[in-house]
């Protein structure tokens, strides 16, 4: 008798409870899925950066080994007399 009474007061308590931790795990589940989505954004981030860096420097190269420079120094500036 005694323990069907208890069983019959935490009847209701068992759904709160539920609903807390379904609560918590999704809250978790979104914390770590926007986490993750921020360090992917941000590697990518750092790739494109290291390939237009990378790209400059093969252009700088690039030209130098050309004598481009040269040549686009007299393009621009205008002869001296």
């Not at 360090?39 to 130098?64: G, M, P, W, Y």
């Not at 080994?65 to 621009?76: P, R, T, Y």
Request: net charge negative.
């Amino acid at each position: 008798m005694l323990l069907e009474n208890l069983k019959a007061k935490n009847k209701g308590n068992i759904s709160f409870l539920t609903l807390a931790v379904v609560v918590i795990f999704t809250v978790l589940f979104l914390l770590i899925f926007d986490l993750c989505r921020i360090f992917i954004a941000r590697e990518e981030t750092k790739n494109a950066s290291d390939a237009a860096s990378l790209a400059v420097a093969q252009n700088l190269l690039f030209f130098e080994s050309l004598n481009c420079n040269k040549i686009a120094e007299e393009v621009v500036l205008p002869p001296v007399l």
